[in-house]
Structure formats: C-alpha cells, structure tokens
C-alpha cells in the first residue's frame, strides 16, 4: 500500500496535486467540483488588495492548439477584488473539506502596498484561508489587473523598480507572517525580472513554501502564418489581436523544470511545482526534480477536473510498480544528476564509433555542422559511416540522432 499523503511546509495534502490559481478558482462551482475528483487543495483566483480593484470585470479569452497541450490568454487576466476574495474562501471552507489558500497580487514596492497586502492577508484570513500564497508575478515585464485608475486595466512596466522588489518583498512577507497564523507560500515566475534574487528573498523572510511557476511570454505555436501575416492577430473571433504575454501548458514544462531543479538545489525551503503538468507523469517528473507537491492549471482548463481522479490512480499505480512507499521516496532524486554550471561537470574523453552492420547510410550523422576538430570527423564512405578518431571531439551528437542505433560513444581510459 502507498502513501499519497505529503506535507508542503505545514499545508497536509491527501496527494501532490494542487489546483493552481487561476481562472479555475474564480467561483465556488470550480472549488466544489476540483475537491469532488479529488484535487489535494486549491489556491484561489488572484485578489489586487487595492481598494480601486473592481473585480472580475474583464473578459478574457483563450485559443487553444489541443495537439500541443497549449492555451494562449489574449485580454490579461481577471482578478479578485479583496471583497469577492473574502467571501469566496468564506463560502469554500464550508462547502468543501480541503484546503483552500488565497492568492494576493504583490504589485509596487512601497509602504502603501505592503500595507494593503498585509491587510488584505489578514482579512483573507479571518474568512478562513489555509495558506496565504503571496503572488510577484507582478515583478513580470507587464502586469494586468482589474482597475478602476485605468478604466479596464492597469499595466505597469517594473524597469526601475525591480531592483527594489526583492526586498520589498522579503519585507511584506515578514509583515504579512505578523498577521497571520497559516502557512505563506510565496509565488516566483519563470520570467520575473529577479527569480533568483526573489528565491532568496523569500527564503530569507522564512516563507513555508516557494511556488516556482506561472504563465510563460510566448506566442501561440502556429499562430503565425508567413503566407498570411494579416490573421496572426486575428486568430481570435472576438478579440482583434493576439497577446504573446500570456502562454500556458505543455511548451512551459522544460522550462519549468530548470527552474525547479535550480530552486531544490538552492533552497531549503518546501517548493510547490507548476509549469507543463498535463498528466501524472509530468506530476512525478515535477517531483522527482525536487517539488514536494504540484500545481496544475491548463490541463483542467483543457479536460475538466475529472482528470484528477486519472492523475491520482496513474500515481499510486507507478508507485506500487516501482516500489515507492511514499512521496518523499522519489522526491528530488534526479537533482545531483543535473548540473546548473559546466564547471560542475566532469567531461571524459570519448570517441564515436561505428557498427558497420547496423548502419543504414542514411547520412544524418555526417550533416552536424560542428563536427570534428579541424576537419569532420564522420563521413560516408561507400555508404557506410565511418569516423576519423583524431577529428573525433566525442560531442554524442551522432550517437544521438542516429535511427538505426549503429552509433556508440566509447570512453577513453
């Protein structure tokens, strides 16, 4: 029998899978219905704490490439105002039995905005939040909100400003731990202007868990069209331009994996895995680079919640095959594999070498513009590969790309 159960910083789960904040955490249908297929917990849509946030007022749309597990967001994002926030997490506690966590958009450093979400962190909390998640996807190039200063939007270019936000966010975080008696997750993006300098920073004002994960700025694959360049923006029937800010799903997950496997060999602290997870597979992956447990967004945009009840039987059945007893049993296990600096990595000579049987000619190996010292190293003769071994950098790129498997790398004693 396996254990599914994991603690992430303080926050007890029944499995790794969390539901990630996002449109999927707008209203309490979705909370109801994620805790029904079996979802560990859920974050909640985004709250601006500011007074002058209006709410979910805009309305966004999404164009999907379903073969390439991809969802592009043409008009920003919606956001919870601090009201809704209350008293959707007020509804939530007492209509489902797992736990429920309140996502707080950290916007510009100043004193008035830790203010405003310190408070907003304590409030969202007397209504019965879980955990605070405390949000600097703000720290992005661009940033979209619900506002009234700017009539649909509010966008704000951080340039100068995000030298400042580490700090400022280690700051609001020690404030918003005077206020609140719940674990704080802090959340970094891929693309925020400072990831490695806000992972300190968090970590430094002793924050229970880091959520490495967000959107990624990337433009819809296929979108373009090179014979028709007109319809790039109009791929959408009611929106007249595409936006390249706001890309999600499978693209994002070799991405988010260098960064979770960054963040588990420089943090201490507890990491919450999001970015590309569309199946249990990618859910292990996640682990198995270091998440203690992971938040998924796109996939049940894409398929519904009932997917979850698939995630969590592929799971526990992986689990039983491979003999892992518990979550923890796999966790991070593939991290000392993974070098972050070629001055980690010790490199042997080595030569390729050629099974003259298995060779189909099909020349791949001979086309690899880099090949060989001075001269190529590989090259067909008489429709055969054949290496020169004193051109031979040892580079593994035609063992690679080889489809016949006649391609080995010999290392050299």
Same mark, same amino acid.
């Given at each position: 029998?396996?254990?599914?159960?994991?603690?992430?910083?303080?926050?007890?789960?029944?499995?790794?899978?969390?539901?990630?904040?996002?449109? =999927?955490?707008?209203?309490?249908?979705?909370?109801?219905?994620?805790?029904?297929?079996?979802?560990?917990?859920?974050?909640?849509?985004?709250?601006?704490?500011?007074? *002058?946030?209006?709410?979910?007022?805009?309305?966004?749309?999404?164009?999907?490439?379903?073969?390439?597990?991809?969802?592009?967001?043409?008009?920003?994002?919606?956001?919870?105002?601090?009201?809704?926030?209350?008293?959707?997490?007020?509804?939530?506690?007492?209509?489902?039995? !797992?736990?429920?966590?309140?996502? !707080?958009?950290?916007?510009?450093?100043?004193? #008035?905005?830790?203010?405003?979400?310190?408070?907003?962190?304590? @409030?969202?909390?007397?209504?019965?939040?879980?955990?605070?998640?405390?949000?600097?996807?703000?720290?992005?190039?661009?940033?979209?909100?619900?506002?009234?200063?700017?009539?649909?939007?509010?966008?704000?270019?951080?340039? #100068?400003?995000?030298?400042?936000?580490?700090?400022?966010?280690?700051?609001? !975080?020690?404030?918003?731990?005077?206020?609140?008696?719940?674990?704080?997750?802090?959340? @970094?993006?891929?693309?925020?202007?400072?990831?490695?300098?806000?992972?300190?920073?968090?970590?430094?004002?002793?924050?229970?868990?880091?959520?490495?994960?967000?959107?990624?700025?990337?433009?819809?694959?296929?979108?373009?069209?090179?014979?028709?360049?007109?319809?790039?923006?109009?791929?959408?029937?009611?929106?007249?331009?595409?936006?390249?800010?706001?890309?999600?799903?499978?693209?994002?997950?070799?991405?988010?994996?260098?960064?979770?496997?960054?963040?588990?060999?420089?943090?201490?602290?507890? =990491?919450?895995?999001?970015?590309?997870?569309?199946?249990?597979?990618?859910? @292990?992956?996640?682990?198995?680079?270091?998440?203690?447990?992971?938040?998924?967004?796109?996939?049940?945009?894409?398929?519904?919640?009932?997917?979850?009840?698939?995630?969590?039987?592929?799971?526990?059945?992986?689990?039983?095959?491979?003999?892992?007893?518990?979550?923890?049993?796999?966790?991070?296990?593939?991290?000392?594999?993974?070098?972050?600096?070629?001055? *980690?990595?010790?490199?042997?000579?080595?030569?390729?070498?050629?099974?003259?049987?298995?060779?189909?000619?099909?020349?791949?190996?001979?086309?690899?513009?880099?090949?060989?010292?001075?001269?190529?190293?590989?090259?067909?003769?008489?429709?055969?590969?054949?290496?020169?071994?004193?051109?031979?950098?040892?580079?593994?790129?035609?063992?690679? !790309?080889?489809?016949?498997?006649?391609?080995?790398?010999?290392?050299?004693?």
């Amino acid at each position: 029998m396996v254990d599914l159960n994991t603690d992430l910083g303080g926050i007890k789960l029944k499995n790794p899978f969390i539901v990630a904040s996002s449109d =999927i955490g707008c209203h309490l249908g979705q909370i109801k219905e994620a805790a029904h297929f079996g979802a560990a917990a859920i974050i909640t849509k985004g709250c601006i704490p500011r007074p *002058e946030a209006v709410g979910l007022t805009r309305k966004p749309r999404f164009r999907v490439d379903f073969d390439k597990g991809t969802l592009c967001g043409v008009a920003g994002y919606r956001r919870l105002s601090l009201a809704q926030a209350m008293q959707l997490i007020s509804d939530a506690k007492k209509a489902v039995d !797992i736990p429920v966590g309140a996502n !707080i958009i950290v916007g510009h450093p100043g004193e #008035e905005e830790r203010e405003l979400v310190t408070k907003a962190s304590r @409030v969202l909390y007397e209504s019965g939040a879980d955990f605070i998640e405390i949000n600097t996807s703000a720290n992005l190039p661009a940033h979209f909100g619900e506002s009234e200063k700017k009539g649909e939007t509010a966008e704000s270019f951080m340039d #100068e400003m995000s030298a400042k936000y580490p700090g400022f966010v280690r700051q609001t !975080i020690e404030s918003v731990r005077s206020v609140v008696d719940v674990p704080i997750i802090g959340k @970094v993006a891929y693309q925020d202007l400072n990831v490695q300098a806000l992972m300190e920073a968090m970590e430094g004002a002793r924050v229970d868990v880091i959520d490495i994960g967000n959107s990624g700025v990337a433009l819809l694959p296929d979108a373009l069209d090179i014979y028709h360049p007109d319809r790039t923006g109009k791929i959408f029937v009611s929106a007249d331009k595409n936006l390249s800010l706001c890309c999600y799903g499978d693209p994002l997950r070799a991405v988010a994996r260098a960064n979770l496997i960054r963040g588990a060999k420089q943090l201490k602290t507890p =990491i919450l895995g999001c970015g590309g997870i569309m199946n249990w597979k990618h859910g @292990v992956e996640a682990i198995m680079c270091g998440a203690t447990a992971t938040a998924i967004c796109t996939a049940f945009m894409l398929y519904g919640f009932e997917i979850l009840e698939d995630m969590i039987a592929g799971l526990n059945s992986f689990m039983e095959e491979q003999g892992y007893r518990s979550i923890k049993a796999f966790r991070g296990i593939i991290v000392d594999q993974i070098a972050l600096a070629p001055s *980690e990595v010790t490199v042997f000579d080595a030569v390729a070498r050629v099974d003259p049987k298995k060779c189909n000619g099909c020349g791949l190996c001979a086309k690899p513009a880099h090949c060989g010292l001075n001269r190529r190293a590989m090259s067909l003769q008489e429709e055969i590969a054949v290496v020169d071994e004193g051109q031979c950098s040892g580079c593994e790129t035609c063992a690679s !790309i080889c489809p016949a498997g006649a391609i080995t790398m010999i290392v050299k004693r």
